[in-house]
């Protein structure tokens, strides 16, 4: 997306985060991913937000910009041990056949308990992607 409108507005110019809106969405640096006033945000200040549980989340700033994860796509799921493991994927060439040639690139680890959380976020931006798709910008 363009002029920072990933975000779709909803972190403030204080840097928090409405009610309802989720903070903590881990885009890359300068994507004001999802929520937006996550780690790696632009949001100016400290995020405040509310974790699932109720209580608030601040999200501290770093000095430097923590490392990109980049990849093309999600190949799977998995999860057990309380843990889930996301596999990304790199597309590296398009085959004779026209298939795609695909190797994994990084794996993900999150506690079980941050899935309400990681479902929220993503709902938060696909709601941003559907407006700001809707509005014609």
């Known amino acids: 997306m363009s002029k920072d409108t990933a975000n779709g507005g909803i972190a403030m110019a204080n840097g928090?985060?409405?009610?309802?809106?989720?903070?903590?969405?881990?885009?890359?640096?300068g994507s004001n991913a999802a929520a937006g006033g996550g780690p790696g945000s632009d949001a100016p200040g400290a995020a405040a937000g509310s974790a699932p549980t109720g209580r608030?989340?601040?999200?501290?700033?770093?000095?430097?910009?923590?490392?990109?994860?980049?990849?093309?796509g999600?190949?799977?799921?998995?999860?057990?041990?309380?843990?889930?493991?996301l596999d990304l994927y790199r597309v590296l060439e398009f085959d004779r056949?026209?298939?795609?040639?695909?190797q994994l690139a990084h794996r993900v680890v999150l506690p079980i308990t941050a899935i309400p959380e990681l479902v929220r976020v993503l709902q938060n931006f696909g709601q941003v992607v559907k407006d700001h798709s809707s509005s014609g910008s």
């Open 74 to 85: 999600v190949g799977s799921l998995h999860f057990g041990r309380n843990v889930v493991k």
């Open 16 to 29: 928090e985060v409405p009610h309802g809106a989720a903070a903590g969405a881990s885009g890359a640096p």
């Open 97 to 102: 056949d026209d298939a795609e040639v695909r």
């Open 56 to 72: 608030k989340v601040k999200f501290v700033g770093r000095q430097e910009i923590p490392d990109e994860l980049y990849a093309d």
